[in-house]
């Protein structure tokens, strides 16, 4: 788990992901629900891509951490990902 700007960036990039949001969830002019745009794998319709500078405003400003894992059990990269608020009541 993480908040740092830099591992997010690089565990991304490692994973040619691309900040992003899901369109329909947007607050106003605001990002809504945040996520990743990573070829072949979660690439939908709804994926809208945003700056890393919008990704990182939003992500600091909900006070969000990001929970991601390196590899999976036989060596192999994972993509998995969540974000995660630890202030939600109902977390």
Do not use: C
Not at 4 to 31: F, L, S, Y
């Amino acid at each position: 788990m993480t908040r740092n700007h830099e591992v997010i960036q690089r565990w991304a990039r490692a994973r040619g992901a691309k900040p992003a949001t899901i369109a329909g969830t947007e607050r106003g002019d605001r990002p809504g629900v945040l996520t990743f745009n990573m070829p072949g794998y979660r690439e939908s319709s709804r994926i809208r891509e945003v700056t890393w500078d919008d990704w990182f405003r939003t992500f600091d400003s909900r006070r969000l951490n990001l929970i991601y894992q390196e590899q999976l059990r036989d060596g192999r990269q994972s993509n998995f990902f969540r974000t995660e608020n630890p202030n939600r009541e109902d977390g």
